[in-house]
């Protein structure tokens, strides 16, 4: 089976983390970046052993070279375009979440996508996080009986890695509830369906909503996260969630020495056993568990496009769905009531 051949588009924190992803994935090649700051790109790739070419921008590379996959890595702002002259020049599109900052122009997205006759996937990586997975397959296996509560957390500090500082422009990101916070909004709606409306509060300053506290109204579960980055900048990161079932409570704490527990009904807590990144359908070459979700999801898509298989995970209408959310969750901040998704 011939090599996938990958453009990666945009080579800064996340470029280099999906270069490091596709690296370990033997159906993948990466074949070229595009980046504005070439020079550093260039520097970036060396350090990286990866002796490709690098181009300033995308129509420079698509003229340059031959690819079957273009990724997406650029900030948010710039998703629309570039995911659009990939569709329009026959490409595959991996495009980094969140799909994009208006739903118009995500909608002008999905309409080149339904005519090019390619395949698209978002980075909604949480869909794909081995704990997270772990999580889902035990809540449908049902022996815990009915979930009755989920409660996630994303918090960071205050983003100092993004180039040119774009996370803290609310015009470029708009703020840690559409950039940080989206990953729980989308595992809600992946995991439970849409709810019926929101309920939401936050914090705000010069990057927007800084911080986000969410209630998801569903009729029979409980449903509330929260996420935010305005901690001090070396605060850190986490990521963790709280499920109680009729009969069992699982906890998620990527901070914690042992990351993923349950604790069922009679018994003392205990791990529960997750399968490492890189155990998904495409092979792959070296060690790719530290990369977690980021390596699953590509993994995932390299193997959809070579098995000729749309992807049916982190579509592009399920990342659009979960934008319309968080968007309304904004909307409920802003006016300090509920607002309904039905």
Not at 26 to 47: C, L, Y
Not at 57 to 78: Q, R, S, W
Not at 185 to 197: C, E, M, N, W
Not at 268 to 287: C, D, E, M, S, Y
């Amino acid at each position: 089976m011939k090599k996938q051949r990958v453009l990666i588009v945009g080579f800064g924190f996340m470029g280099e983390m999906h270069a490091q992803a596709l690296g370990g994935i033997a159906q993948a090649e990466i074949v070229g970046i595009v980046d504005t700051f070439a020079d550093a790109a260039r520097a970036k790739a060396a350090r990286l052993n990866l002796a490709v070419p690098v181009f300033s921008d995308l129509p420079a590379a698509l003229k340059g070279i031959e690819c079957d996959i273009i990724n997406v890595c650029l900030p948010t702002d710039e998703h629309a375009a570039a995911s659009i002259i990939a569709l329009q020049a026959g490409k595959h599109v991996f495009c980094e979440k969140p799909v994009a900052l208006s739903l118009a122009d995500a909608e002008n997205m999905r309409a080149a996508h339904m005519v090019s006759g390619k395949f698209f996937q978002v980075g909604h990586c949480i869909r794909f996080w081995p704990e997270y997975q772990a999580f889902e397959e035990f809540m449908k296996a049902g022996t815990a009986g009915r979930l009755l509560s989920l409660t996630m957390q994303r918090r960071a500090g205050r983003p100092a890695y993004s180039i040119g500082d774009w996370l803290n422009d609310e015009k470029r990101s708009m703020g840690a509830a559409v950039d940080l916070h989206i990953h729980d909004t989308d595992y809600v709606l992946h995991l439970l369906g849409k709810p019926d409306s929101v309920v939401s509060r936050g914090t705000r300053d010069q990057t927007g909503w800084s911080h986000i506290f969410t209630r998801y109204v569903f009729p029979d579960v409980v449903v509330e996260a929260e996420g935010g980055w305005d901690y001090p900048a070396n605060w850190g990161f986490q990521m963790a969630f709280q499920a109680v079932f009729e009969r069992a409570a699982i906890e998620y704490d990527s901070a914690a020495k042992s990351t993923l527990r349950v604790t069922l009904a009679g018994q003392a807590p205990a791990p529960l056993a997750f399968k490492a990144a890189g155990n998904q359908a495409a092979a792959t070459v070296g060690n790719l568990s530290s990369l977690g979700g980021y390596a699953n999801e590509l993994c995932y898509f390299v193997d959809c496009v070579s098995q000729g298989r749309a992807p049916a995970i982190a579509t592009l209408d399920q990342a659009i769905a979960s934008l319309e959310v968080v968007l309304s969750e904004l909307q409920s901040a802003g006016i300090g009531k509920p607002v309904s998704l039905k």
